[in-house]
């Protein structure tokens, strides 16, 4: 079990902009479906993004195409996630998420691997 980390959550104002960052010291994922969810209060976890580590081949939610944008350092140890034009909406808990690919990037259920998520509030 690889244990992920994530940082750079916070409050930023309606309009601005975060980037989240999702590692596990000493581990790398070549070839790897690598993803970021979120969950708001009373609401089912959904996804947000997904790569596929060996080719960056890239997935979003309608929710968020255009703003954000994931991606992966040249070493594949490092995931990120950047969030510009924030909504009040995209207010949640955001995870990292990991799995032995290629099959079922787009699917929640397959991820095995877990962060323990990092806050990020987007204010009116």
């Known amino acids: 079990q690889v244990q992920l980390m994530e940082s750079g959550g916070g409050s930023v104002q309606a309009g601005g902009s975060l980037r989240l960052s999702c590692a596990a010291p000493?581990?790398?994922?070549?070839?790897?479906?690598m993803g970021w969810f979120r969950q708001a209060p009373g609401k089912e976890r959904e996804r947000v993004a997904a790569?596929?580590?060996?080719?960056?081949?890239?997935d979003y939610a309608d929710s968020v195409k255009g703003r954000f944008t994931i991606s992966q350092d040249s070493a594949k140890t490092t995931l990120y996630l950047q969030m510009n034009s924030l909504k009040p909406e995209d207010t949640a808990m955001y995870y990292c998420a990991a799995h032995p690919g290629p099959l079922d990037c787009g699917r929640l259920t397959a991820f095995t691997n877990w962060g323990q998520g990092t806050q990020v509030t987007v204010s009116s």
């Open positions: 790569i596929y580590t060996a080719f960056s081949s890239t």
């Open positions: 000493g581990y790398t994922f070549p070839r790897h479906c």
